[in-house]
């Protein structure tokens, strides 16, 4: 087995600015230094607004900065955003139509406009509160989701303050609510109000926040990473700018999001050292865009940015021309680890169908998938697809008498089971009924969605919360495709691998492209060196085989490294490189790039910016 210790949990991507002046800064006190130097140059008052990500610690900033005026005898005085948050009941009411009566999903809020979580008096409540403030000099500052847009006028300074969804995650586990709707004891619920309703509205605002102030170096604007709240890391938006421009243009690895679950297996705990408080790991997540984050080294500081700034400053460059005109700035693939060695089997499950997921829940892309076997037990399977003869309704209506009488359900009597060895291949289009068995390590190649699971049955099993697990026979009832039964499986869905390229004793296979994939997969057994190219387009490595690898950009910049498991994004504007083995004996990696032959755009919904008229400028009228 793989030693453990050679999985990186926290990869460091280098971004070279050695050569530049310092603009990275670290600390509360550096923070301060620079408040205290602006406010000494008019002491007439300072106005400053501290956006923030929800569940950011702005109070534990705010207070140590507090402490630091009060050492130099300058009044700090402070408005939250959140005290003008429209009652929950008011705001629940008004949302309705995006958090639904589901517990699971919603209907992605693309319209909504962020004034539109705030009282209406918000603006003019908060406008004299701050003009009373400036009044008597000092600092005050406006601060929460949305204080730049609230903002009577332009401010002296302006912050956003930003924190992880993983971070987020953690702390809806001690039960914070999404934005604006109080104290949550539902995880399930509330992680569905988040990536229907608070994500859409509020990272669209990041984004235009970081837009806007990026552009303007004339400005004194600046983006802290808080998700360290002892240590914030911070740098102006123009210097972010460059930062992401130029980390777009190397390759790079997201930071892993793991995550324990209800049939979580042990492989992945030992191999990438996690707490052992954890009863297993389910999932590993490198990269599923939205989730994931990067760790930017700096001028000897560790910066942690979401991936989507990355995707939203550089989408050329990352994923070239064509993958942009199919997605704009949204990265496409992701992998992730289904994790069941030592665990449980997965719930059988079905996604939705393209039209299905856009009508029913707005969402752009549904979740096309694949199961590549990294490593398995004797004997461990894959269920795909209906048996012959069989319908979707039979079977729904199996599962949903298995349900009502707590008579477990014979799986193999409805659908395919299939003995996995380690490099099989599983294609799973929408509409394949399909789960993973007891004993295997997946690593899953898909489009990146990941919550647009209907599960079928689940064997009867309680969730982690002591709750069943929602089980969603309505949703499935629609989306069940007949045709994907055993001749289809075997026809089209089991990979039958292919040599489409020799370098010397290296070889290139395809294994898996179908016109309703927009991902294509292919395995590379590489025993010394193999020259490889973009061609315009992005591709992402994961060894799923051997000790390590290294990979050289031909036209200069720095080589990257990465080890068993770990997966690398080669971005577009690359072009030629080598791949070279450093494992002392043969190894394989898995590329996945887009489908060559996949022409469907498959754009996100415009998201209504906070940043127009109705949402900033109008202040100044």
Known sequence: MTKANAFQTHPINHVDFSHEPVFMNKGIRSLHSLIHSIYQQDQRGLF?????????????????????????????????????????????????????????????????????YFRQDARQALRASALAAESNGGIHVLHGPGAYMLAHREPDLAFYADYSRENQQRRHAEHMGSFGFGVSHDKVETYKNCLFLEWPVWETYRRDWLSIHGNRSDQQAYYIDLNRSHEPIWLSASCLAAVLNKAAQQPFRVKPFFAPGIWGGQYLKELCELPEAWPNCAWSFEPIAPENTLLLHVQHVTLEVPFTLLMEASPLEILGRRNVELFGHYFPIRFDYLDTIQGGNLSLQVHPLQSYAESTFNEHMTQQESYYIMRNAPGAKVYLGLKEKTTGAQLLDAAAHAHLHEEPLVLSSYVNEYETQPGDLYLIPPGTVHASGINNLVLEISSTTWWFTFKIYDYLRLDGDGKPRPMNPEHARHNVNDAMNTSAVVNGLIARPTVIERQAGNTLELLGQRDDLLFQVSRLSLHDTWRGDTRGEFVMYNLVEGDRVRLIPEAGGAAVEWGYAESYIIPACIGPYRLENLSGSPCKLIAARVNPDWNQPLLPPAMKSGMDGEGFDARRS
């Open 48 to 116: 400053i607004t501290l956006d923030g990500t929800h569940g950011a610690d702005l109070d534990g900033l705010l207070t140590k900065l507090r402490q630091q005026c009060d050492q130099d005898g300058i009044t700090l005085t402070c408005d939250s955003t959140s005290s003008h948050v429209k009652p929950e009941a008011e705001l629940r009411a008004e949302m309705a139509r995006y958090l639904t009566d589901n517990r699971a999903f919603g209907y992605k809020a693309s319209d909504v406009h962020p004034l539109q």
